[in-house]
């Protein structure tokens, strides 16, 4: 499993692609009118103490308050997930607004390594299109396998000249997911969480 975390994903927002997306996913005209008028005109205040500033207005592609933004990126990554979650290919692409998961099931890792590189290779296309960059500090990679030993676990790999090594254990959506498909590592984490809770309390 390959792991993408997309940087800055509400500000970096194109208007004109995310209209362009719902409009291709036949959205009703009248929700679309309502969404031009809801990523324009933002104004905000700011009050310090008892002083209060003026209204102003603010260039902001997405707002990240409203609920209503979360729904608008996934109209905004649904090409991505066309793109990439390919049955044929053996592979499970799951998109939570910017967390990517790129899951590839097959015990041929040299195969594996091969399906792995195309689909980054879409991935970046997406990308520039959309003018989304993805972060590549936060990039990881895990192989999940119930018999180990029959496997090189520790196998990395180079995408793009960037290299990605490969863990033990990764965090998915506040998951820690570990290479033998357990849930001992999750466990240990909430309850290390919990004891430093009890502290605090």
Excluded: G, P
Aim: proline share 0%; glycine share 0%.
């Amino acid at each position: 499993m390959l792991s993408l975390n997309e940087k800055n994903v509400f500000n970096n927002v194109a208007h004109s692609k995310l209209l362009h997306d719902m409009k291709k996913r036949r959205v009703f005209r009248l929700f679309l009118e309502f969404v031009k008028n809801f990523l324009k005109d933002w104004r905000i205040t700011i009050t310090i103490d008892d002083y209060m500033m003026m209204k102003c207005s603010v260039n902001v592609n997405i707002s990240q308050d409203s609920l209503l933004s979360l729904i608008l990126y996934l109209f905004y990554n649904v090409n991505l997930l066309k793109a990439c979650d390919d049955i044929r290919l053996r592979i499970s692409f799951t998109n939570f607004i910017n967390d990517i998961n790129i899951l590839i099931y097959e015990k041929f890792m040299k195969r594996n390594y091969r399906v792995l590189s195309e689909i980054y290779d879409r991935c970046k296309q997406w990308s520039k299109m959309h003018d989304i960059k993805f972060s590549k500090t936060k990039h990881k990679l895990i192989h999940f396998t119930r018999i180990f030993k029959w496997f090189n676990m520790n196998v990395d790999v180079k995408l793009m000249k960037h290299q990605i090594n490969s863990k033990s254990d990764i965090r998915i959506l506040r998951v820690q997911l570990n290479f033998k498909l357990k849930w001992a590592t999750h466990m240990h984490h909430v309850k290390a969480k919990l004891v430093i809770k009890q502290k605090i309390i």
